[in-house]
């Protein structure tokens, strides 16, 4: 298996922007989440998964964020509009399991100019 | 707010010494994490320890959990430059989430 795929692997936009991140978990993988992570505010939840359905989406932090997972093997998360503030690496991650460990792709960096 | 806080936050040694790294955390568990991350990469799992558990081993790896004082420690044995990384405690509580902390930014001098 190749692991967590993300894409794209850097992001360079405007504000005002709309991005789109992707990934796609390992398979058979029941639960995916997406994190983001800045010097600032560590590594954040933001919203998970289970069999394709948002379980926890309290991480999110403005309604410009949102997230779908339209089958097993694919999520995106979108920010519409994109802000400067928003510029951080975004990973996701998928495990098999509620208790298991997690396994992370590469992440994609975001930088909104 | 986040769980997993570890300290130190930033630990610097010698080649082949020993480096611990302590993590405490805030609610209940049903287990704990330790992950790695070396720059500009994503996290990778080294070990996870349930909430039963009190000490578990993985080659130079050793983890100790005390669910009294909510607090657990990572201890890498015989350092090497390699292992010079961010490490992070990440608590999973009963509804699957999982709380990362702000890491511990190890580097090991050759």
């Known amino acids: 298996d190749a692991g967590v795929i993300q894409s794209p692997r850097h992001e360079v936009t405007e504000m005002g922007q709309e991005v789109t991140l992707r990934c796609k978990p390992i398979?058979?993988?029941?639960?995916l989440f997406w994190y983001r992570q800045t010097m600032m505010r560590g590594l954040e939840l933001l919203i998970y998964?289970?069999?394709?359905?948002?379980?926890?989406d309290s991480g999110m932090p403005e309604d410009r964020f949102s997230a779908k997972m339209p089958n097993a093997s694919f999520s995106t998360l979108k920010i519409q509009p994109s802000e400067p503030r928003d510029s951080a690496v975004y990973f996701c991650?998928?495990?098999?399991?509620?208790?298991?460990?997690?396994?992370f792709g590469p992440g994609t960096r975001l930088t909104v100019l | 707010s986040q769980q997993g806080e570890e300290d130190p936050q930033a630990l610097s040694i010698q080649e082949g010494e020993n480096a611990t790294m302590n993590c405490s955390y805030k609610?209940?568990?049903?287990?704990l994490q330790w992950y790695r991350q070396n720059s500009g990469r994503g996290l990778v799992h080294l070990i996870l320890?349930?909430?039963?558990?009190r000490e578990k081993h993985s080659g130079r790896l050793r983890v100790t959990l005390d669910t009294s004082k909510k607090s657990s420690s990572l201890l890498i044995t015989a350092s090497r430059a390699a292992d010079t990384a961010s490490y992070f405690c990440?608590?999973?509580?009963?509804?699957?989430?999982?709380?990362f902390g702000a890491g511990t930014r190890l580097t090991v001098k050759p």
């Open positions: 320890i349930r909430s039963n558990e």
């Open positions: 991650a998928s495990s098999f399991g509620p208790y298991n460990e997690q396994f």
């Open positions: 609610t209940s568990i049903n287990n």
């Open positions: 398979s058979g993988h029941d639960y």
């Open positions: 998964f289970n069999n394709n359905v948002p379980i926890d």
């Open positions: 990440a608590s999973r509580r009963g509804n699957n989430d999982m709380r």
